[in-house]
């Protein structure tokens, strides 16, 4: 219910109390209601909104009776949502700059492929190299930044597969569910390669464990339903920086997408909470 820190205070608190000599349940109260009062104060000062507002709002269900500080309690609030909205603010707009300072950089490593039917971004190291010519794991991401998805490539089969990439340095793994062979999104090429191109949902954990381990040794494995590697060879490394480069780019523009929205509904608050305070002040006067 409490976080540490405030957990750490009332344990204090209650110890300095609790072997006092004989005070009623009200002075008991009082005293460590002052106590937290005290505490929340500290840390507003060194600029623990959170802590202090969570330390004053503790003090309604763990000291009823002390009503003079639950009184100071209540004056205290206004300033201090304030103060943790400003610095949540303040949060989500330099997280939002970062993520787009990130995204942009990454962006320098990209170019677009023109396709038939929708043109992407692709790793530009990737040299013009696809699923369609060389075995292995490629991404591609939408203009927009937003949509990202994988193709697989290896030795050809008519088989229902699974994709599976391996960190062979940690023996940790991921893969897809069962992929039927369908001859759109799992078939076979004139060359004989097996293309299977993954959805979003089949691509993101299978990007993100490329991200998460883009300077180990990865490889690729096609894997039939009955669990027979039927392609495994070593992912190359211009093939993972591309899938991880491309990843992060996503990761990055939702992180600025969610920041934004979060920054948007803040700044809202923030003019309520302004408002309020004005007219809580006013009343106090």
Not at 81 to 105: F, G, H, K, P, Y
Not at 241 to 250: D, N, S, W
Request: proline share 3%.
């Amino acid at each position: 219910m409490y976080s540490e820190t405030i957990k750490l205070i009332i344990a204090g608190l209650v110890a300095g109390t609790i072997y006092s000599c004989g005070p009623s349940e009200t002075e008991r109260q009082q005293a460590q209601a002052a106590g937290i009062i005290e505490a929340a104060k500290q840390l507003e000062a060194e600029g623990q909104y959170v802590q202090a507002l969570e330390a004053v709002n503790s003090i309604d269900s763990l000291c009823p009776k002390a009503l003079d500080a639950r009184k100071e309690a209540h004056v205290m609030k206004p300033q201090l949502m304030l103060n943790v909205t400003a610095q949540e603010l303040q949060l989500a707009d330099s997280t939002m700059v970062a993520s787009e300072i990130r995204a942009d950089e990454l962006m320098k490593e990209l170019s677009v492929v023109k396709a038939p039917y929708e043109s992407f971004y692709g790793y530009t190291k990737l040299n013009g190299v696809s699923p369609l010519t060389t075995p292995g794991i490629y991404g591609q991401l939408s203009l927009q930044g937003l949509v990202f998805h994988l193709t697989a490539s290896g030795k050809g089969s008519s088989y229902d597969v699974r994709v599976r990439i391996t960190d062979r340095t940690s023996g940790e793994s991921v893969e897809t569910s069962l992929i039927t062979y369908d001859n759109e999104r799992n078939r076979l090429a004139d060359n004989g390669l097996q293309i299977i191109t993954l959805t979003e949902a089949e691509s993101a954990p299978l990007g993100a464990f490329v991200s998460a381990h883009r300077n180990s040794e990865l490889w690729l494995g096609i894997i039939t339903a009955g669990g027979k590697a039927w392609s495994n060879t070593p992912i190359p490394d211009t093939q993972i920086q591309g899938v991880a480069t491309l990843y992060e780019i996503l990761e990055q523009r939702r992180t600025y997408n969610s920041c934004k929205a979060r920054k948007e509904h803040l700044t809202q608050k923030l003019t309520v909470l302004r408002n309020q305070l004005g007219e809580f002040a006013d009343s106090e006067r």
